[in-house]
């Protein structure tokens, strides 16, 4: 018996010693390594403090553990991370872009103008005995895409507590479309277009303007290309094709990456023949559509030497992929400017710039304003980092809002080019990074947290993009080729690190322009 007794408690001592060793005591360091409510390096707001900001924000994405990778949304889980929840100053009057009573007086007039014009186009289409539906227009003041334009400010296009971003990307998937027609660009070329062009005008890619039943409007890019197909190892960029699925995931990545700097953009299936060709004022657009031998209904683009049915979109029967883009302000009341990028590629066949045969290239243009002083240059580093992601070789210009000066944040618009190629990383469309060595420090700080396990961004852009009407946005092997591409990123920043040293290449998020608008030192131009 006593023998009996004592292998007895042998055995729950071993099975509790083996119980604090392996389950109370990884708790106990989960717990020990969450990070606290009350941390010394916040403010009330959640604003960063006092100059520490690089020190603090280290301690933090070190410290940051999760209690389960397992379960539950990583997505989630990322913006609840204290990397994405350093605020910016509060935003002053001068630092939206729009203020409310101007932006509704001038939609108002436009809602009225447009009556006005609907009126007159079904009058004169009654008397070619074509019927245009006559869609009422919604307005609301609390629209979706009202929300959108009127939370642009000084640092992004949207707040990361904007809901009205998830309401803009499903109005767009559902909206009733109440008006078809060709964007201003493509309208430009009055359908005559230059054969001897190696640079094809931006009208030969087959985009329209939608506009939604409460006068939102959004730019449909057609589906062009199959997800398993890749571009063409011969084609130039400047002749590739433009994806829709591209749009989507560049909006995405975006997002993730926390530059916030690209408009919302959804997928949509869009009916062609009752969402474009029977609701359509354009008569030229009108023009343009036919059925194919298979009964499809079919449109091509404007430009006259591709008036032909081969380079022509066609639906199944009538359902058409696409991606829908949510317009910008109007240039009348959001002024924009266009910029050549510093890094412009050759489009010829045989040219080739500056950056591509000078190493010191960086040196040059740093003596140039506005890249002398100010964010400018690193912006655009941070630019090149979401076109090597992408694979868009294709960034000839950027655009920035003129009412917030030199120190306002790029615009990265027109990403149809990006996800091309898989299999091929363009290690070129880093040249602002390798030639410069320089990169924010929170843009480093959020790539390395990205090319973590728990956080990596091929399981990320996974889930983010599921959430989209459209199935499988970006196959397996362009989301793999992202976790390739940021370990590319990382080492070239490593690189430049151990040459020159972190405090040269590693830079404060906001540097204070020497000429132009009045900045905020300490916010954090993104």
Known sequence: MRRDRLLVAVTLVTLLAADIHFVLLPRLKSWYHLP?????????????????????????????????????????????????????????????????????????????????????????????NITIPDHPVIFDPEASWLQFHLGINRYALYSREDNSIDRLLQDMKTATVISADYTQDEKALKGSCDCSQVVKPSGLHLKLALKLQDFGKAMFKPMRQERHEET???FFYFVDFQRHNAEIAAFHLDRILDFRRVPPVSGRFVNVTGEILYITHNEELRNVFFTSPANNTCFFAKCLYVCKSEYAVCGHP??????????????SIAPRISIPNPWIRSYSFTGREEWEVNPLYCDTIKKRYPYSSGN????????????????????????LFTKFGDD??????????????HSHDEMSILAPLTQCCMIKRSTLLRLELLARSEYRLSDIMRESLSRDTLTQILTEAHLQALDRRLEQVLGTVGKCVKNLGEAQVVATDFVESTRGTTSHPGGNNR
């Open 318 to 331: 009538d359902l058409l992929e696409g991606s829908m883009s949510a317009y910008l302000p109007g240039l």
């Open 36 to 128: 606290r409510e009350s941390c010394a390096c916040r403010d009330a707001n959640g604003t960063m403090g006092n100059g520490g900001t690089s020190t603090e924000l280290w301690i933090l994405i070190q410290n940051s553990t999760l209690v389960s990778t397992e379960y539950g949304s990583k997505l989630d889980r990322l913006f609840r991370h204290p990397l994405y929840n350093v605020h910016p100053p509060e935003l002053g009057p001068d630092e939206l872009l729009l203020q409310h009573e101007e932006l509704m007086s001038y939609y108002k007039r436009k809602v009225s103008r447009w009556e006005i014009l609907k009126k007159y186009y079904i009058k004169v289409a009654a008397a070619s």
């Open 408 to 421: 306002g944040f790029l615009l990265h618009l027109d990403n149809a080019r990006g996800f091309g190629r």
């Open 376 to 399: 400018r240059l690193l912006n655009i580093i941070d630019m090149a980092i979401f076109d090597f992601l992408t694979g868009n070789m294709d960034r000839h210009h950027y655009e």
């Open 232 to 234: 063409p190892e011969n």
